[in-house]
């Protein structure tokens, strides 16, 4: 699939020119109030510039972290820079746990519900097949509720894996998530969800998803 913006929005566009917002463009028009706020207020507090370039880091920290695991699932043997080093080190103990690796960094259309969204990986940690998204932080999250959309991304990652690929590529549909947190210093932070919990966020994901759409109306 091949990716657009239209009128600052990310899509992807398949070859038949079917066009689907991305799981992250949703979630980014439909931020709580408060988290609007939130976000508003530390950039208050540190300056437009400061915000900016500490952002701009963090962009380029994930993109580069993810390439390295990329090419560390591929079994090459990558070399880390010095922003994305010890995060490196720090998810070489998750890596470590998982098998079966059957996406990386994978665009995959949800043409019933509408969306798409490119999920990190799907693999086997630890033996259970699972939905896998990496994100990077300074310090650990240390509770659920610090990762905010994080599981709503994991949640809509995981229905458009079931909905494309069925129980083809584990023999079962993936009931099952991990939030992968890599941290400077120190082991990565795992959050394991299980099939009760991601029905919840699923319904919180597909209420998320209506509001998209009667905006985008």
């Not at 380029?60 to 043997?77: A, D, I, M, N, T």
């Not at 043409?111 to 939905?131: I, N, Q, S």
Request: some cysteine; aromatic content about 10%; proline content about 4%.
């Amino acid at each position: 699939m091949k990716s657009t913006y239209i009128n600052g929005r990310f899509y992807y566009k398949d070859e038949n020119g079917i066009l689907l917002p991305a799981v992250t463009t949703i979630l980014k028009a439909t931020q709580p109030i408060e988290s609007v706020a939130a976000l508003s207020n530390w950039r208050n507090k540190v300056g437009n510039a400061e915000a900016n370039r500490i952002a701009l880091t963090s962009r380029r920290r994930g993109e580069l972290l993810h390439q390295w695991v990329k090419e560390y699932l591929q079994g090459l043997s990558p070399i880390a820079s010095s922003l994305i080093e010890p995060y490196c080190y720090s998810v070489q103990s998750v890596l470590e746990k998982l098998s079966d690796v059957q996406l990386v960094e994978a665009v995959v259309p949800n043409y019933m519900e509408g969306y798409a969204g490119k999920v990190d990986l799907v693999a086997r940690y630890e033996g259970v097949p699972c939905t896998i998204e990496l994100t990077a932080a300074e310090e650990p999250k240390l509770r659920v509720g610090k990762l905010y959309d994080k599981p709503l991304q994991l949640v809509a990652y995981g229905g458009a894996i079931n909905r494309c690929y069925g129980e083809s590529l584990f023999g079962t549909k993936i009931v099952n998530g991990l939030i992968v947190v890599a941290l400077p210093g120190e082991d990565a932070e795992t959050f394991t969800f299980k099939r009760e919990e991601l029905l919840d966020y699923w319904q919180e994901w597909l209420k998320r998803l209506k509001s998209f759409g009667e905006k985008a109306a």
